[in-house]
């Protein structure tokens, strides 16, 4: 009805390609759908997870762009916001494949041109390559609402930032089957655990825990000792996507050594990640934590803040414990040597000296340094699969809650937070 | 049997002596032995594949009917020793193999780095079977590969020059980065346009919700020729570009014909950089009935 139809444009120069190919796939871990809104002189591309337990988005800004043309702010800023024609939604199995050959430095790309025609409900992506070889791809759009978090970092009271290095050692210090992790946020060290509560099969389960002084990270304030865990997956998607501009030995990327900003409060309350390249883009990631129980008996040291005795009193088994479980089973929730100490002297682990499960003798200790100097402790030791923590369903449903809120958004303006399902 | 001769395999370690009665002798030396492996390769696309011997060289195709077709040739210059004496009144020897022995068995020694090896292929007369003698620091090993009569030989495609409405010749980095566009989401069939006008080549695709084109345009530096005397629009399977993509990765250059028929030859230029000779493998493509018959 209009032949006019406003247009949303911009062109991508071939080294920041590679970037928006990271983006994408790091937004494919967290959902199968990718939203993408034209904000101003923002493009900002945003994914949840199915389960609304975690939340992706990045924001390109104008200085990302060789060109970037939107006529909706043009015409009428103050309605950009209510407008949902600025707005699109893809599938990620029709996204990734257009981005797939982007994902390593492409020799021949010129520039990357993203066109909407929002008459037509299509999303042109044009790779135009040297010698006046044009690839372009076609997609589909579906319409959708505004996708954001009712949750934001002026909501957290900790805030540590860690090296890209110093997450990525983390992260990939666990096998690729582990699904959850603990964050441990003491006072004065940092302890990262799977998370092994919910395993139904403990027989099969080893439990690694790395221990970090809080002098590796670049800024450490926490306003109570901590432990928070969460899904790894959404972790290894953001360092996988800081990896590849940091460590491949270049050090032409203006993402080198960028670090992450983690914000956080308690358990059961998002944690937030955030990534920033100054005048190019920002990533924030929202990841729902497991609420911690009444009696949860998670981490000793968490439940025994400041403590410096080696040996400590038995970590408070759950008060479930007595259904149906063997005496040898149970009981067993943390153990470790007590012998084991952080560079600082102070103890990372505590015996919970209660009965002698068949797990006692599985336990060691082995001491593994990784290349950043780090002080890294890695255990075999049996659990109690007793615990009353939340299982990862749960997890979601705590999240769900605090995505689908209707309340005041991430930080931009006065917008109207319709949550999609 | 046609003749009865003595057991090769005991006359081997002389020396692997062509003798003047096969039907065929071709011998390799060690970098076109190579090569030609890497052409085999390029080509194992089923496992049956016809061989025709003729004065020019050897011929190799592969065909999957209805489909398209793909043929090697190997000419008599790339071989250190040729022989072809087809019985009176024919003038080519054909026969059968499997091409997937008949590569097992040549690169029995290639992977040995810093060796080299030649090989011989003996085809005595028909009901045979092909003799491979390869030869490696002075080891020597003979495979004998059954082969099979051409029963049904392989479709002759008449591609001819007057019926020819386009060409493009490029160069093959250019048509594999399309092919690989292309091939990123899965679809039956891809479409190809030459216009007299921009944007000149055209391959798309379109499949559930994306459509995928990639341009060409006839200035590009990729192209080395382009002609177009009528435009047109053609839908071949998608099967044809997987079969291309192995000898198109191995080649220099490619060019693209079409004619009138909507007949599709795909020429792929592979240069043996060791010594400058060049073979060619071609493919010939149908093109689909009527492309939106199905809507």
Not at chain 1, 328 to 348: F, I, M, Y
């Amino acid at each position: 009805m209009n032949n006019h139809n406003p247009v949303m444009k911009c062109s991508i120069p071939a080294p920041h390609v590679k970037t928006l190919a990271k983006a994408i796939n790091t937004l494919s871990k967290i959902g199968e759908e990718l939203h993408v809104e034209f904000l101003g002189d923002e493009l900002v591309l945003r994914a949840v997870s199915a389960q609304k337990s975690a939340f992706g988005c990045f924001k390109f800004q104008a200085d990302f762009f060789i060109e970037f043309r939107n006529d909706y702010v043009t015409r009428s800023r103050q309605f950009a916001h209510k407008d949902a024609h600025n707005r699109f939604r893809f599938h990620m199995k029709s996204l990734l494949p257009i981005f797939k050959p982007y994902n390593a430095a492409e020799s021949q790309l010129e520039a990357c041109e993203i066109e909407v025609d929002s008459g037509e409900c299509q999303m042109h992506f044009s790779f135009v390559k040297k010698c006046r070889v044009v690839h372009k791809y076609t997609v589909c759009v579906m319409e959708t609402t505004l996708l954001q978090t009712a949750y934001t970092r002026k909501d957290t009271k900790s805030h540590v930032i860690a090296p890209a290095r110093l997450l990525h050692d983390i992260v990939n210090h666990f096998q690729s089957k582990v699904p959850e992790i603990t964050l441990h946020f003491q006072e004065k060290w940092f302890t990262a655990s799977n998370y092994t509560a919910d395993v139904p099969d403990f027989h099969q389960v080893s439990q690694m825990e790395l221990t970090l002084d809080m002098e590796e990270f670049e800024a450490y304030e926490i306003d109570q000792p901590t432990a928070l865990t969460c899904t790894i997956r959404e972790i290894k998607g953001i360092v996988s996507f800081l990896t590849t501009f940091t460590f491949p030995s270049d050090v032409t990327g203006s993402t080198v050594g960028l670090p992450v900003h983690l914000y956080f409060t308690e358990p059961g309350v998002p944690l937030l990640l955030y990534i920033e390249s100054p005048n190019q883009y920002e990533a924030s990631f929202v990841i729902a934590t497991v609420e911690a129980g009444p009696d949860a008996p998670h981490h000793p040291d968490y439940q025994q803040q400041g403590n410096a005795t080696p040996r400590s009193a038995p970590i408070p088994l759950p008060s479930n414990g007595s259904k149906a479980l063997s005496a040898s089973s149970r009981g067993k929730c943390q153990r470790s040597e007590n012998d084991l100490t952080s560079a600082n002297g102070q103890p990372q682990q505590t015996d919970d000296g209660s009965d002698s499960g068949p797990s006692a003798s599985a336990s060691r200790r082995a001491d593994v340094t990784t290349p950043a100097s780090t002080s890294v402790t890695r255990k075999l030791i049996g659990y109690d699969s007793s615990s009353s923590l939340m299982t990862p369903r749960q997890t979601q449903q705590v999240a769900k809650e605090y995505l689908a809120a209707d309340s005041d958004e991430e930080g931009d303006g006065d917008r109207d937070s319709d949550q999609e399902v | 049997m046609p003749d009865s001769e003595g057991d090769s395999l005991s006359q081997l370690p002389p020396q692997q002596q062509p003798d003047n009665t096969s039907f065929f002798v071709g011998k390799l030396e060690s970098c076109n032995f190579k090569n030609v492996i890497r052409i085999f390769k390029s080509i194992t696309i089923k496992k049956a594949a016809c061989f025709y011997v003729t004065e020019r060289g050897l011929k190799i195709i592969v065909q999957e009917s209805g489909n398209y077709q793909v043929t090697a040739y190997l000419q008599r210059d790339i071989f250190e020793y040729f022989q072809c004496l087809p019985p009176a009144p024919l003038k080519e020897i054909g026969f059968k193999v499997c091409l997937d022995i008949l590569l097992n068995c040549l690169q029995m020694f290639v992977e040995v780095p810093g060796e080299t090896t030649t090989g011989q292929f003996t085809y005595k007369a028909d009901g045979h079977p092909l003799c491979v003698q390869l030869e490696q620091s002075g080891f020597f090993t003979s495979c004998d590969i059954k082969t099979m009569d051409i029963i049904t030989p392989a479709v002759d495609v008449q591609f001819l020059e007057k019926n020819l409405i386009s060409r493009m010749i490029c160069k093959s980095d250019c048509f594999r980065d399309a092919l690989h566009s292309l091939l990123a989401f899965p679809c039956r069939s891809f479409e190809v346009r030459v216009t007299k006008m921009a944007p000149y080549f055209l391959l798309r695709t379109v499949c559930d919700n994306v459509v995928c084109e990639v341009t060409v345009s006839k200035d590009s530096d990729f192209v080395e020729r382009f002609q177009c005397d009528e435009e047109t629009t053609f839908s071949y399977r998608t099967v044809l570009i997987r079969a291309a993509m192995k000898p198109l990765l191995i080649s220099e250059k490619t060019s693209i014909r079409i004619d009138k028929h909507g007949v599709m030859a795909l020429q792929f230029m592979i240069r043996n950089t060791e010594n400058d000779t060049v073979s060619f493998v071609e493919i010939y493509g149908v093109p689909e009935q009527e492309p939106e018959e199905d809507d």
